[in-house]
Nanobody, 125 residues
Framework: QVQLMESGGGSVQAGGSLTLSCRSS???????MGWFRQAPGKEREGVAV???????TYADSVKARFTISKDNAKNTLYLQMNSLKPDDTAMYYC????????????????????WGQGTQVTVSS
């Protein structure tokens, strides 16, 4: 069982930055890890994912603004968010699943087994 705990959300003005963290209760060396977000009235969408080997994939809407990374020694996943826009306002969740479950690259679809409780990000114009 993997327990995930996000932190780092908050309110920021457009153009600002935030860094989200997601601490895992166990090591995630062989896991797909990802950040997802859900705005009111919208479906949950994949923002960025990172493979067990460190390969990353981003949604087009956040490329060049967001960076996903992980520190295996600290069992922690990060999302550095720069140049934030009001459209980035959402509840942000981290998620994890063993990469071998997918048989290949980590998906950006929200089909992960383990989820955190979420952290709110609000960007004002």
């Amino acid at each position: 069982q993997v327990q995930l705990m996000e932190s780092g959300g908050g309110s920021v003005q457009a153009g600002g930055s935030l860094t989200l963290s997601c601490r895992s209760s166990t090591h995630t060396w062989y896991y797909c890890m990802g950040w997802f977000r859900q705005a009111p009235g919208k479906e949950r969408e994949g923002v960025a994912v990172i493979d067990s080997d460190g390969s990353t994939t981003y949604a087009d809407s956040v490329k060049a603004r967001f960076t996903i990374s992980k520190d295996n020694a600290k069992n922690t996943l990060y999302l550095q968010m720069n140049s934030l826009k009001p459209d980035d306002t959402a509840m942000y969740y981290c998620a994890a699943e063993l990469q071998r479950v997918y048989g290949g690259s980590c998906p950006r679809a929200p089909i992960y087994k383990y989820w955190g409780q979420g952290t709110q990000v609000t960007v004002s114009s």
